[in-house]
T-cell receptor
């Protein structure tokens, strides 16, 4: 596989559930990102990791917990989410976040909170 | 803070014709990058074209070209000879050239392009 792969593609969960979103990149990139895409709103940057270290937490509620065990994998752990958290969650990667490298996006996980 | 505005929520074009998508932005920086991303119904966001603000020449990628007007802070995307596969949501994005947050992409709300056969 090449590119950025996200699983699952769809997720329906209750507000009390705990689930995780997974992102894997096969591009040899050093930086990875989580974005939230809601209807009729611009993409919102949530978290940024560079070489497995978090460099940005864009005022995201603690019910979202990222994890980057290595430069190829990024997780977003979810617990006690709210209905307004229903959205498309996109993962992206880039070669190096300090240089002008384009971000490559995955297909996203469509999350629905019941 | 930078903002990106796409004033056209939806656009349509006939196959083989040309369409221009608008984007304006607000920034106090002199050096930056601008991007157009395409998100088809299959959802994967794909980079279409990018422009460095310090370059006066407009970027071109096959049927895609931009009209970059730095003084007006305008960055429109022109799609020539439109094809059915061009139907997608198009996002304009801004990125700082330097500084501690130069990895951040600021996106517009997007323009949904429909291509009619």
């Amino acid at each position: 596989e090449t590119g950025v792969t996200q699983t699952p593609r769809h997720l329906v969960m209750g507000m009390t559930n705990k689930k995780s979103l997974k992102c894997e990149q096969h591009l040899g990139h050093n930086a990875m990102y989580w974005y939230k895409q809601s209807a009729k709103k611009p993409l919102e940057l949530m978290f940024v990791y560079s070489l497995e270290e978090r460099v940005e937490n864009n005022s995201v509620p603690s019910r979202f917990s990222p994890e980057c065990p290595n430069s190829s994998h990024l997780f977003l752990h979810l617990h006690t989410l709210q209905p307004e958290d229903s959205a498309l969650y996109l993962c992206a990667s880039s070669q190096d976040f300090q240089r002008n490298q384009p971000q490559h996006f995955g297909d996203g996980t469509r999350l629905s909170i019941l | 803070a930078q903002t990106v505005t796409q004033s056209q929520p939806e656009m349509s074009v006939q196959e083989a014709e040309t369409v221009t998508l608008s984007c304006t932005y607000d920034t106090s920086e002199s050096d930056y990058y601008l991007f157009w991303y395409k998100q088809p119904p299959s959802r994967q966001m794909i980079l279409v074209i990018r422009q460095e603000a310090y370059k006066q020449q407009n970027a071109t990628e096959n049927r895609f070209s931009v009209n970059f007007q730095k003084a007006a802070k305008s960055f429109s995307l022109k799609i020539s000879d439109s094809q059915l596969g061009d139907a997608a949501m198009y996002f304009c994005a801004y990125r700082s050239y330097s500084g501690g947050s130069n990895y951040k992409l600021t996106f517009g709300k997007g323009t949904l392009l429909t291509v009619n056969p």
